[in-house]
């Protein structure tokens, strides 16, 4: 077996502080187990412990997705055993050949899925679960707007809403990406014209909710994007961290609701990643959500795929090779 290694940060910045270590893994204690890891997910959120933008104790190992197989069992394990193809999308420590989790955050995949789908739509899969799910009750004929639709999460997202009967306006930020977005109606280009396109969609009245993953940039025209009491789901960063809020915005855009979800406290519980885990991989089973992999870059190139990302020149799902 070659010698277990990672990629970490030293200290916050750029890529290029995204530098490859040796390092023992050590055995799993007491409801742990140790996985031999095969494919990784490359999420934004990494980039954000990358810059600092979270807050991490350094060194930090990043990257919170990856699948495999499990090549140990700690004490008082009795659901997992070695062998076992597993896909783990919390803590971090995910950009190495080799990782111990405890085993309450470990998730078996079905057989037909492999790795790299797993590691490429886990963590995206499930945010797009709880997103469509559990943020609010949407019902069949609803509207919806999408931000960054051709992404990781929001191309599960739009499959999701639609097979839900919801009516989803895609956003992206180009022509090119827009087209590979099977939605109800699919737009591009700048933020400041959004707001009167969907109104124009929408009869005037705005849609019911935003998923808006992308942040500063986009926040105004999503709040008027909205219809009268309606939701605004701010879930991400892309562009930078959202302003100071003005509770009066909310109030003259027409008593507008907004929630600042993240997926980990959907997934609290072992019940609950087992409940979201299992919903995904339905959708996965019928075909409503596929892996859509647009890059594969090796683990010990993960700068240039931050690079790509942050750059938004990547579609879909990257996955990051051992």
Same mark, same amino acid.
């Given at each position: 077996?070659?010698?277990?290694?990672?990629?970490?940060?030293?200290?916050?910045?750029?890529?290029d502080?995204i530098? +490859?270590?040796?390092?023992?893994?050590?055995?799993?204690?007491? @409801?742990?187990?140790?996985?031999a890891?095969?494919a990784?997910?490359?999420n934004?959120?990494?980039?954000?412990?990358?810059?600092?933008?979270y807050?991490?104790?350094?060194? &930090?190992?990043?990257?919170?997705?990856?699948? @495999?197989?499990?090549?140990?069992?700690?004490?008082g394990?009795?659901?997992?055993?070695?062998?076992?193809?597993?896909v783990?999308?919390?803590?971090?420590?995910? $950009?190495?050949?080799?990782?111990?989790?405890?085993?309450a955050?470990?998730?078996?995949i079905?057989?037909?899925?492999?790795?790299?789908?797993?590691?490429?739509t886990?963590?995206k899969?499930?945010?797009?679960? $709880?997103? &469509?799910?559990?943020?609010?009750?949407? +019902?069949?004929?609803?509207?919806?707007?999408v931000?960054?639709a051709?992404?990781?999460?929001?191309?599960?997202?739009?499959?999701?809403?639609?097979?839900?009967?919801?009516t989803?306006i895609?956003?992206?930020?180009?022509?090119d990406k827009?087209?590979?977005?099977?939605?109800?109606?699919?737009?591009?280009g700048?933020f400041?014209?959004?707001a009167?396109?969907?109104?124009?969609?929408?009869?005037?009245?705005?849609?019911?909710?935003? $998923?808006?993953?992308? @942040?500063?940039?986009?926040?105004?025209?999503?709040?008027?994007?909205?219809?009268r009491?309606?939701?605004m789901?701010?879930?991400g960063?892309?562009?930078?961290?959202?302003?100071?809020?003005?509770?009066?915005d909310?109030s003259?855009?027409?008593?507008?609701?907004?929630?600042?979800p993240?997926?980990?406290?959907?997934?609290?519980?072992?019940?609950?990643?087992?409940h979201t885990? &299992?919903?995904?991989?339905?959708?996965?089973? +019928?075909?409503?959500?596929?892996?859509r992999? @647009?890059?594969?870059?090796?683990?010990d190139?993960?700068?240039?795929?931050?690079?790509?990302?942050?750059?938004?020149?990547?579609?879909?799902?990257?996955?990051?090779?051992?």
């Open positions: 077996m070659h010698r277990p290694w990672r990629m970490v940060v030293r200290c916050h910045g750029g890529p502080v530098v +490859r270590e040796d390092f023992d893994p050590g055995q799993p204690a007491e @409801g742990e187990v140790l996985i890891q095969d990784v997910g490359l934004f959120i990494d980039t954000y412990y990358r810059s600092g933008l807050p991490a104790p350094l060194p &930090a190992a990043l990257g919170s997705e990856a699948a @495999g197989r499990i090549v140990a069992v700690g004490p394990v009795t659901n997992l055993s070695e062998g076992d193809h597993v783990c999308v919390q803590g971090l420590g995910a $950009y190495a050949t080799h990782r111990i989790v405890p085993a955050q470990v998730v078996p079905p057989d037909g899925i492999s790795s790299e789908d797993a590691a490429a886990m963590l899969g499930m945010t797009a679960c $709880y997103l &469509a799910e559990d943020c609010i009750g949407l +019902r069949a004929g609803q509207v919806a707007l931000h960054a051709a992404g990781g999460v929001g191309s599960i997202l739009v499959p999701w809403l639609r097979d839900k009967g919801v989803v895609a956003h992206c930020g180009s022509a827009a087209h590979t977005i099977d939605a109800d109606h699919s737009l591009h700048p400041d014209g959004l009167m396109a969907v109104r124009n969609l929408t009869d005037g009245t705005g849609v019911d909710i935003v $998923y808006d993953g992308v @942040g500063k940039d986009s926040w105004s025209a999503s709040l008027a994007s909205l219809k009491r309606g939701l789901v701010s879930f960063n892309a562009s930078g961290a959202v302003p100071p809020v003005n509770l009066l909310l003259r855009g027409g008593s507008l609701y907004v929630t600042r993240t997926l980990f406290d959907y997934i609290a519980t072992a019940p609950e990643l087992q885990a &299992a919903r995904l991989f339905d959708r996965m089973q +019928r075909g409503v959500v596929k892996a992999i @647009g890059q594969r870059y090796g683990l190139d993960a700068a240039n795929a931050h690079r790509a990302l942050e750059a938004r020149q990547t579609t879909g799902a990257t996955v990051l090779i051992p």
